[in-house]
């Protein structure tokens, strides 16, 4: 579980709940947009019709 980054009055950083720590190893790197859009919408979005 996260925490906010600015504790409070008593110097207390409170947890976030409802959200979570992603590793960087879990990303992947892409390099242009078409590639991107792929990723997301999957490769028909550029197929002929």
């Known amino acids: 579980m996260s925490q906010h980054l600015k504790a409070n009055a008593e110097g207390v950083a409170a947890k976030r709940r409802g ?3 992603v590793p ?3 990303f992947v790197r892409l390099d242009t947009l078409e590639q991107l ?7 028909d979005l550029f197929a002929a019709s």
């Not at 859009?37 to 490769?43: A, P, T």
């Open 19 to 21: 959200t979570r720590k």
């Open 24 to 26: 960087t190893s879990r």
């Open 37 to 43: 859009l792929s990723r997301l919408f999957g490769d």
